[in-house]
């Protein structure tokens, strides 16, 4: 897996962007690790890459939300209260998922069977020092 080593939350705001530039329709991407480790904040930076002029809130009482404004319709999932995968088959997951747009998925790795196969999958864990992240990444 393709290593990236974030120093800072600035780090956060580039690749955000550069990946942003790449994503096409019917793209997910898989965020997988712990609280804090910026899921959010990195989907935040990817929503402003797409030209998203709305305020990114975390989606975790709505599973999704939605955004419109930006050269994608963006819908960012956060599953952390879900069961299992079945829970987000039946909000019609997979309708998104093929909508035309980008699907983030946070927590990602709790649905694990609902992704697509080509899924962009992010491993996030805590750096040594503060601000430091480390991003393993499947493309
Ligand atoms: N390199 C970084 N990338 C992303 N967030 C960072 C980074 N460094 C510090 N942070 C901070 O860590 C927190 C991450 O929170 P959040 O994005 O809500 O995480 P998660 O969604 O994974 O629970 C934010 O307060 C953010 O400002
Ligand atoms: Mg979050």
């Known amino acids: 897996?393709?290593?990236?080593?974030?120093?800072?939350?600035?780090?956060?705001?580039?690749?955000?962007h550069g990946l942003a530039e790449k994503l096409?329709?019917?793209?997910?991407?898989?965020?997988?690790?712990?609280?804090?480790?910026?899921?959010?904040?990195?989907?935040?930076?990817?929503?402003?890459?797409?030209?998203?002029?709305?305020?990114?809130?975390?989606?975790?009482?709505?599973?999704v939300c939605e955004y419109h404004s930006g050269r994608l319709p963006l819908y960012h999932f956060d599953v952390y209260r879900l069961e299992n995968a079945?829970?987000?088959?039946?909000?019609?997951?997979?309708?998104?998922?093929y909508a035309g747009g980008v699907s983030i998925v946070e927590w990602a790795d709790q649905v694990a069977e609902i992704l697509p196969d080509d899924t962009l999958c992010i491993f996030i864990e805590y750096g040594q020092k503060e601000g430091e992240r480390v991003y393993k990444c499947t493309f």
């Open 86 to 97: 079945d829970d987000l088959f039946e909000i019609g997951a997979e309708e998104y998922f």
């Open 24 to 63: 096409r329709p019917n793209t997910v991407v898989a965020l997988i690790g712990d609280l804090g480790t910026g899921k959010t904040t990195l989907t935040k930076y990817i929503a402003e890459g797409l030209g998203i002029k709305e305020t990114i809130t975390s989606p975790t009482f709505t599973i």
């Open 1 to 16: 897996m393709r290593e990236v080593l974030i120093k800072s939350e600035e780090d956060t705001r580039a690749f955000g």
